[in-house]
């Protein structure tokens, strides 16, 4: 229905179109529990998280961050999920207090988790979106500390890069 002929819409597509509907707001919990009644795949409960993370309510946003900065029951790839989901541009509002969080939060959360899923989440969760001065400022008073994980300073120093560049693109 409403699709070109020739064109399937697939698992994979339908969780996309779930996913950006979601976080346009346009799409809420009932919508991704209807798409995982079909879809019982690890794939699923992952496109879940991600979705489920990516509501723009306030109180998705804090159960996401407490999975984000906290949760060690759930499988490695529901918390990435979940961190994946997190930051859009368009909950700038809605997301702005979680960014002094991030550098709050993540030495203890990736002390949680093995080196490499303590990097991957790191990755996922870091604010790539709050393009700002405060934000480098933020980054900066994280890295001068010395007691940081190796792959959490490694992934704050490519983040602040990245965030460094946008800022001088904007500029």
Sequence with gaps: ???PEGLRIDTDM???LCYRLVVLGAAGPDKIEAELDTDHSATGEQ???RCRAALPDAAAKERAWRVIAEETSLSNRLVEAHAEGFWHPEQADLTQ??????FADMPAAARLRTPWVADAVAKRAFPRYAVAASTRKA???????DDLE?????????ADDDLRRALAARG
């Design 47 to 49: 496109w879940a998280a």
């Design 139 to 145: 980054a900066a008073a994280l890295l001068a500390r």
């Design 1 to 3: 229905k409403g699709v």
């Design 97 to 102: 207090s979680y960014v002094e969080r991030y």
């Design 14 to 16: 339908r969780w996309a």
């Design 150 to 158: 190796p792959g959490l300073r490694r992934v704050v120093i490519d």
